[in-house]
């Protein structure tokens, strides 16, 4: 099955736009004044990191998908997806 990279470019393209919009929400919240207590403002910060992470998860899973055509889905599939984004692909061996 030959990858469809427009579709892929498309996604990306589609999840960096949305983890753009991340990182200047997050330079919102630490930059208001208003937001005295620590606490709100340390979980504020957490559940955007947090959505971060899964933008990127999302751009993994996208490339998995349409390069290696292979998700991991068993208990650890974190850590595996992980691990599957940082080999180094070798195009003569398949």
């Known amino acids: 099955m030959t990858p469809n990279l427009t579709l ?14 991340l990182v ?8 208001m004044r208003e937001l005295k207590v620590n606490s709100v403002r340390v979980r504020a ?23 290696d ?4 889905k068993s208990e650890g599939w974190h850590r595996q997806l992980l691990e599957q984004m940082t080999v180094k692909w070798n195009k003569n061996v398949r």
Do not use: W
Request: charged fraction near 35%; glycine fraction near 2%; hydrophobic fraction near 40%.
């Open 69 to 72: 055509q292979t998700v991991p």
């Open 24 to 31: 200047e929400e997050l330079k919102t919240v630490t930059r």
């Open 45 to 67: 910060c957490a559940s955007i990191l947090h959505d971060f992470y899964s933008g990127m998860e999302k751009i993994f899973i996208n490339i998995a998908r349409e390069i």
């Open 8 to 21: 892929l470019e498309v996604r990306v393209r589609k999840e960096l736009l949305h983890l753009e919009k």
